[in-house]
């Protein structure tokens, strides 16, 4: 239950606040993702950091915004939110190379988010 | 990019019995299969995986078998318990690096 934490669990936010969802990953990998979880689309990829290298899903709004200090650590910048936005918001960590597969993917608890 | 179906959507099955999960894909360029469980509230995990290079994968009471030329895979489920009652999400990725493409999920009713 430690290898990767998320804060907070639970966060309800107005559509004018600024909010960031943090994630840390205990398990010594190189990439790290988030992921939207919701009713529409069950898993899907916003943002990965893999590699030293940032790979984004293009369809994902501008008000979201990730940023990544170190590989353990892992924040999901939120400004300007839309109903719609309300989701589960699913970090993961993964061990990639970059002459083999993809690493599975370990995931956090998730941060259910709220938008007002 | 990498288009991934799931069916069925929901499943209903007497404990005991068996449950099939299937998946489709759309790259035939895809060669890395995964399979994830999400029990209620909980973080979706691997529960088992296969490569392109094997057509069938078992694990005690799990399995998956996989056709590439018909780019379809299937998850099966023998002896099912209330345990196995979760969500399942099939995924599809190139070997080489490519990120994961999930399907929608199949959630899956073990009735005592």
């Known amino acids: 239950e430690t290898g990767v934490t998320q804060t907070p669990r639970h966060l309800v936010m107005g559509m004018t606040n600024k909010k960031s969802l943090k994630c840390e990953q205990h398990l010594g990998h190189n990439a790290m993702y988030w992921y939207k979880q919701s009713a529409k689309k069950p898993l899907e990829l916003m943002f990965v950091?893999?590699?030293?290298?940032?790979?984004e899903n293009n369809s994902v709004p501008s008000r979201f915004s990730p940023e990544c200090p170190n590989s353990s650590h892992l924040f999901l910048h939120l400004h300007t939110l839309q109903p719609e936005d309300s989701a589960l918001y699913l970090c993961a960590s993964s061990q990639d190379s970059r002459l083999g597969p993809k690493g599975e993917q370990f995931f956090g608890p998730g941060t259910r988010l709220t938008v007002l | 990019g990498e288009n991934v179906e799931q069916h069925p959507s929901t499943l209903s099955v007497q404990e005991g019995d068996s449950a099939v999960i299937k998946c489709t894909y759309s790259?035939?360029?895809?060669?890395?299969f995964p399979w994830y469980k999400q029990e209620l509230g909980k973080r979706p995990q691997l529960i088992i995986d296969?490569?392109?290079?094997?057509g069938e994968k078992k694990d005690q009471r799990i399995a998956v078998t996989l056709n590439k030329t018909a780019k379809h895979f299937s998850l099966h489920i023998t002896e099912t318990q209330p345990e196995d009652s979760a969500v399942y999400f099939c995924a599809a990725s190139l070997q080489y690096g490519q990120n994961f493409v999930f399907g929608p999920g199949t959630r899956l009713s073990v009735l005592p």
């Open positions: 790259d035939s360029a895809s060669n890395y």
């Open positions: 296969i490569r392109s290079n094997v």
């Open positions: 950091y893999s590699l030293e290298e940032r790979v």
